[in-house]
């Protein structure tokens, strides 16, 4: 049966064309302009079904979709998503967990090794024609293997994460989680303490926790002046679970020694934003699961859950 599928994402053309086949499909790449989002609320107004990313799903928009069935979202992280709105409204909301998980783990450690070894700075001192002025010792950067790994959140990714530094590293490890994980600290030989022991212990942190209202601004000035001296702060979870405007400082002054950063706590990162003038921070624009293989899985599965529940079965991944 041909059902309503509003796409709010780059799919990939294959999948594109599958779901056209079945479905009569009303496709956006983003809501780039108003006259976008004017036709994406038409649409939403007769959807059976919705995939994509990056779309704010408040009550206003749940209400202008009466029909709506399935949420597939393009994403693991639910944290934009109103769920007790959706669940009131028995929608049933999906993710991509798995998939993406070695893809944003690799990224933590792509921004863990820029940091470590301060190579975008390197990179732009090249381009600018001064590759004399990169070889003293104000250039150095410090060692990544054998130093000590502290993940806050030892989810799927924090745990590829934690394979990474302790089997390609051989980094002790030490990580935070809401709940006891025994078993993982024997896995990587690590240890599960409080927040503060591993700000106050660890040589790289690396945040993979999700958010929500309990981890929003977790990481604040108290925990990043408790850092040891050349730490460094790697963000790859949620912009919020960082207070942005304490890091600033803190990279600022050098309480901080370098940050890595793939999220913000506003994104896109305004142009204005006192993150941009720092050195001492990698920025990346939230590339943690861009690649073609990791995007067309995610893809791949939030479509297979989009059709399972259209045809009364039960998704794969729900929330
Ligand atoms: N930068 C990027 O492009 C990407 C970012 N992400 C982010 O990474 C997050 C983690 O993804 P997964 O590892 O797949 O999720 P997960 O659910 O497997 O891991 C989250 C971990 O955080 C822990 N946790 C949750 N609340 C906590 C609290 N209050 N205190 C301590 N620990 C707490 C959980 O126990 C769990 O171990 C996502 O929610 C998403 O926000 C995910 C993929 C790509
Ligand atoms: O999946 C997520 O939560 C992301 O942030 C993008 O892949």
């Not at 790449?29 to 990056?54: K, P, V, Y």
Request: net charge negative; charged share 25%.
């Amino acid at each position: 049966m041909q059902h309503n599928i509003v796409v709010v994402h780059e799919l990939y053309p294959e999948l594109l064309a599958t779901l056209q086949a079945e479905h009569h499909v009303t496709h956006f790449q983003r809501l780039g302009n108003d006259a976008d989002r004017a036709a994406f609320r038409d649409a939403m107004a007769e959807a059976d079904a919705f995939i994509g990313s990056n779309v704010k799903f408040d009550k206003a928009l749940l209400d202008a979709s009466p029909r709506l069935k399935v949420i597939a979202s393009v994403s693991v992280g639910v944290d934009a998503y109103p769920l007790e709105e959706i669940q009131s409204r028995n929608i049933v909301l999906t993710n991509t967990p798995e998939v993406l998980t070695d893809a944003t783990a690799d990224t933590g450690f792509l921004l863990l090794m820029m940091a470590a070894r301060r190579a975008g700075e390197m990179e732009r001192k090249v381009r600018g024609g001064q590759w004399q002025a990169s070889l003293g010792r104000t250039d150095f950067g410090v060692d990544i293997t054998g130093k000590t790994l502290g993940i806050v959140g030892m989810g799927r990714i924090g745990q590829a994460v934690a394979q990474r530094g302790h089997h390609g590293f051989n980094m002790p490890v030490m990580f935070y989680n809401r709940s006891e994980r025994p078993e993982l600290e024997e896995a990587f030989d690590a240890r599960q303490v409080s927040l503060e022991t591993l700000f106050s212990e660890s040589d790289f942190i690396v945040v993979t926790v999700a958010l929500s209202e309990a981890t929003r601004g977790l990481v604040d000035r108290n925990l990043l002046a408790a850092t040891r001296d050349k730490a460094i702060l790697i963000n790859i979870s949620r912009g919020q679970v960082v207070v942005e405007e304490d890091l600033t400082a803190c990279l600022q002054d050098g309480t901080l020694y370098y940050a890595g950063l793939d999220v913000y706590e506003r994104e896109p990162l305004a142009p204005d934003s006192a993150l941009l003038s720092l050195d001492n921070a990698v920025l990346l624009p939230h590339i943690g699961s861009s690649t073609f293989e990791t995007r067309n899985a995610m893809c791949d599965l939030a479509a297979d859950n989009l059709n399972r529940v259209l045809k009364g079965e039960s998704a794969l991944t729900p929330v």
